[in-house]
């Protein structure tokens, strides 16, 4: 079974910082782009932060020169790290990878996009 599961969330005051985790685990061949997206209740599921292979990164206007997204390649891992934290990160922050699965002759041809079940980011007082 494949799956991406976060850690890291909670609550912290605004000017704080948080570290978000994410590992995937199962039959994978191999992981292309991995990212951080998040949602508020009544509002569409935005990109955060995105890193290619290769480490190539993207950020949302809003969080650049704030958040930093790394990835441990040979761990299956991605990571956000969150400073000056504001009211308005408040959101359930959301794991994203795009894998191909399986192995040898029988993995799949495309990557397959996966979602983490989600963690909740908090900033208030």
């Known amino acids: 079974q494949v799956q991406l599961v976060e850690s890291g969330g909670g609550l912290v005051q605004p000017g704080g910082s948080l570290r978000l985790s994410c590992v995937a685990s199962g039959n994978i061949f191999m992981i292309t782009a991995m990212g951080w997206y998040r949602q508020v209740p009544g509002q569409q599921r935005e990109l955060v932060a995105a890193v290619t292979s290769g480490g190539s990164t993207n950020y949302a206007d809003s969080v650049k020169g704030r958040f930093t997204i790394s990835r441990d390649n040979a761990k299956k891992m991605v990571y956000l790290q969150m400073n000056s934290l504001k009211p308005e990160d408040t959101a359930v922050y959301y794991c994203?990878?795009?894998?191909?699965?399986?192995?040898?002759?029988?993995?799949?041809?495309?990557?397959?996009?996966?979602w983490g079940q989600g963690t909740q980011v908090t900033v208030s007082t």
């Open positions: 994203n990878a795009k894998m191909v699965i399986g192995s040898g002759y029988s993995r799949d041809l495309y990557p397959t996009t996966y």
